[in-house]
């Protein structure tokens, strides 16, 4: 690209100069996570920007991140390096559809994954990430219904683990992590048959990785089912030589600085979310040079999604 060396020294210099933090998903481009003060994954980065003294969030991930962020922290200025990146998961639920489902279940406690719209969250009384939704749903009475949303694979991972049966999920799904499908986590773990397997519940071959643990194709303890986080803790314990990681690409950046002399393959190469890569240096210093894009939730809407998000900031600590 056209950039100038000193690409990132100018990104530092003006986050200075706004009082900014940057904060990058585990699934940025690499040159992004590097110059940024801190990664992790959803709910980190969350627990960050609420705590964070500074006075600007620069957030390089996906819309509804930012805008998570600007719920938590309403007097602060955040920016998107581009207001596009969006997430196909997050738009698989629109808050009409869960208006209308409420309206089937009076009385369900509703609890949405943080990929989902203001509004969404507004309609919503706890969030959760991949990282904590299973305290999450375990932290609401057993005899109350639960809405899980709007991701089946990690409803289906929660209801797995608490054996819950008044719990329903909706149908939705990431195109990028539904896309790294069963058959293919099946052949590259008989291929690696000393290889580990970190999935990322959101995928659809989470079910095939668990069947294979259960029928002893894979030993069940080589088989982890994490949040982007998990995985970062669980490469820095393991005594693996290889993984086989089942999540967004993005990923492998991170695993690699955490634990250089495991061999990291993604299970599925070509699992690159578009919009997590719509943050590039260019736009980042875009961002920081002409304050743009701010990120605007409005007041009454934020209002009523805060206890939701605080109350997912808060379990699982
Ligand atoms: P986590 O980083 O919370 O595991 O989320 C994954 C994801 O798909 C975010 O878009
Ligand atoms: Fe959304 Fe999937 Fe991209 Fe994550 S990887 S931002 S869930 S589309």
Not at 213 to 219: D, F, L, N
């Amino acid at each position: 690209s056209g950039l100038e060396p000193g690409w990132a020294d100018e990104v530092r210099a003006l986050a200075r100069r706004r009082d900014a933090v940057l904060l990058a998903h585990n699934y940025q481009l690499p040159e992004i996570q590097d110059v940024a003060d801190h990664t992790g994954d959803s709910l980190a980065l969350s627990r960050i920007a609420a705590e964070s003294q500074a006075s600007t969030i620069v957030f390089c991930g996906v819309h509804f991140m930012a805008e998570t962020a600007k719920i938590l922290s309403p007097g602060k200025t955040v920016l998107i390096p581009d207001a596009a990146a969006g997430c196909s998961l997050a738009d698989s639920i629109t808050v009409d559809q869960l208006r209308a489902w409420k309206a089937e279940h009076p009385g369900a406690v509703v609890v949405s994954y943080v990929n989902t719209t203001a509004a969404v969250k507004a309609e919503t009384d706890i969030c959760c990430t991949s990282s904590n939704a299973v305290e999450v749903v375990a932290s609401i009475p057993a005899g109350k219904e639960v809405l899980f949303l709007p991701d089946q694979f990690l409803g289906a991972h929660v209801r797995r683990v608490l054996q819950r049966e008044n719990m329903h999920v909706w149908a939705g799904e990431c195109h990028v992590h539904a896309g790294i499908n069963g058959a293919t986590l099946t052949a590259q773990a008989e291929a690696n048959p000393d290889a580990e397997l970190f999935v990322h519940p959101e995928c659809g071959c989470a079910t095939s990785a668990l069947y294979l643990a259960g029928t002893g194709a894979v030993p069940a303890d080589r088989v982890k089912i994490l949040s982007t986080g998990g995985m970062l803790d669980a490469a820095r314990e393991s005594r693996a030589s290889s993984v086989l990681v089942a999540t967004e690409v993005g990923m492998l950046h991170q695993l690699r600085r955490a634990a250089p002399e495991i061999d990291f393959r993604a299970v599925n190469d070509r699992a690159s979310c578009r919009y997590m890569k719509m943050i590039t240096p260019e736009k980042l210093l875009r961002a920081l040079r002409e304050g743009r894009d701010e990120v605007h939730v409005d007041p009454e809407l934020a209002a009523r999604g805060r206890a939701a998000v605080r109350r997912m900031i808060e379990i699982g600590q």
